[in-house]
């Protein structure tokens, strides 16, 4: 065997054990809380409803073993057992052009992870999500996300195939820094048309039509010296029971947007802190933050691809047959993976301190302890573990645990003046 196929096989050994290992000590730790409210909540909780969590938590984990399993045989099975290469020959045999061949190529993988990935999404549906009272998805309406999402990929991802493989044939050794601005420049120009152009194809969106409500966005968003495109209410409650609010877009295209579940379970005054919340994200500049920390670990997968894509092993070792820019994307993306894995702890842990600074932002300029009690309502209706595994918890959690978030608000007491400076947690 090459040295990097036994690289590869050991730094994806390493992922799945810390992955079931992690797994198994949230299912426990939620196991043993499950009996007992803890303190904090005891008089905004009732055992009912954080046992439910406690079991819905522990359901998921139980799924998300099983899907461990099964993604890393199928990806075993695409790499060193050869799967790309079959694809591949099956692409190739159709005699269109090398450069339809290979965007080709990439898109039938994609396909054929998108159908092996389907039991397991339908029994997470209508299964799981069905026994916690959380699905409205019906059938049609889910055949038809994956129909148009199919349709999606295939035109948006056949698009950026297209430049990149005909970047990586015709640009030379430093093909991948070009391929990389366009991959930038592509990935703003599809967060600019998401809330106008594809989030209308998945939902519908309404301009919030509650004019109590709309006069204390309004009054809010004036405090914070924010100016959007637009308040809508998204038909959330057709898929699913959960409820959330986001921002999306960029520039003048930004617009605040509530699911509907949500606005029929907060009061205004809770509707307004966690728009604040939403808000501090915008002000305190965590977009982009995040959007140059994305573009910075972008160019290094880039720059990393351009290198790995000129040597042969790469290609031998993981079970490609041939060398060819189609084989050299997809084994890239799905191999890498298996080793950046690390750093996903530190992402999270600085997704975590971006809340903590929002929930400040949110106490300063709205509500602090209103903003607790609508994350509470929240933690409830999403049956949202309150105690989760610490180490589990600061592996992955892009939201602090929800005790340390409320005790956070509540030492951040009222705000001083409306035009204060956000205090920073
Ligand atoms: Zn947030």
């Not at 015709?170 to 989030?199: C, D, E, K, Y």
């Not at 530190?346 to 949110?362: C, K």
């Not at 951040?412 to 400076?421: E, L, R």
Request: proline residues 5%; glycine residues 8%.
């Amino acid at each position: 065997m090459h040295p990097f196929a036994a690289t590869f096989l050991a730094a994806l050994a390493l992922h799945l054990a810390v992955q079931a290992w992690l797994a198994v000590r949230q299912i426990r730790h939620v196991s043993a809380n499950r009996g007992a409210v803890p303190a904090a909540f005891g008089e905004t909780v009732q055992l009912p409803d954080h046992s439910k969590a406690a079991d819905y938590t522990v359901a998921k984990q139980r799924l998300g073993l099983v899907e461990l399993v099964y993604d890393a045989l199928v990806l075993l099975w695409l790499t060193l057992g050869g799967g790309i290469a079959l694809v591949g020959r099956w692409t190739g045999s159709l005699g269109l052009a090398d450069l339809w061949t290979g965007v080709l190529h990439v898109l039938a993988v994609f396909a054929l992870l998108s159908l092996l990935s389907l039991p397991l999404s339908l029994y997470r549906t209508f299964i799981l999500e069905q026994r916690f009272g959380f699905n409205r998805t019906t059938l049609a309406v889910f055949l038809a996300d994956l129909m148009k999402g199919w349709a999606l990929g295939a035109v948006l991802g056949g698009a950026i195939l297209a430049v990149v493989l005909w970047v990586m044939e015709s640009a030379g050794s430093g093909w991948w820094l070009i391929a990389w601005a366009v991959w930038l420049g592509f990935s703003l120009l599809i967060t600019w048309a998401w809330p106008r152009l594809i989030a209308p194809m998945f939902n519908k969106f309404s301009p919030l039509d509650d004019t109590a409500l709309r006069e204390r966005i309004d009054a809010l968003l004036e405090r914070c010296g924010f100016h959007a495109s637009g308040v809508f209410v998204m038909d959330g409650s057709r898929r699913s029971a959960h409820g959330n609010a986001y921002f999306t877009g960029l520039g003048r295209e930004k617009r605040i947007v509530f699911f509907d579940t949500l606005l029929s379970t907060l009061t205004p005054v809770q509707i307004e802190s966690v728009l604040a919340h939403e808000l501090g994200h915008f002000k305190l500049k965590h977009v982009p933050k995040r959007l140059i920390g994305g573009a910075a670990l972008s160019l290094g997968g880039f720059a990393l691809l351009g290198w790995l894509s000129r040597q042969d092993w790469f290609y031998s070792s993981l079970g490609a047959d041939s060398v060819s820019n189609s084989a050299a994307l997809l084994l890239f993306v799905l191999v890498v993976p298996a080793f950046t894995w690390v750093l996903s702890p530190f992402l999270a842990a600085w997704s975590r301190r971006h809340e903590f600074e929002a929930d400040a932002f949110a106490a300063t300029h709205s509500s602090g302890p209103e903003l607790s009690r609508a994350l509470v309502s929240m933690y409830k209706d999403n049956a949202s573990t309150l105690t989760p595994d610490p180490i589990y918890s600061a592996f992955y959690d892009s939201h602090p645990p929800p005790a340390a978030r409320i005790a956070r608000l509540s030492q951040a007491g009222p705000p001083t003046s409306p035009t204060a400076a956000p205090a920073t947690a």
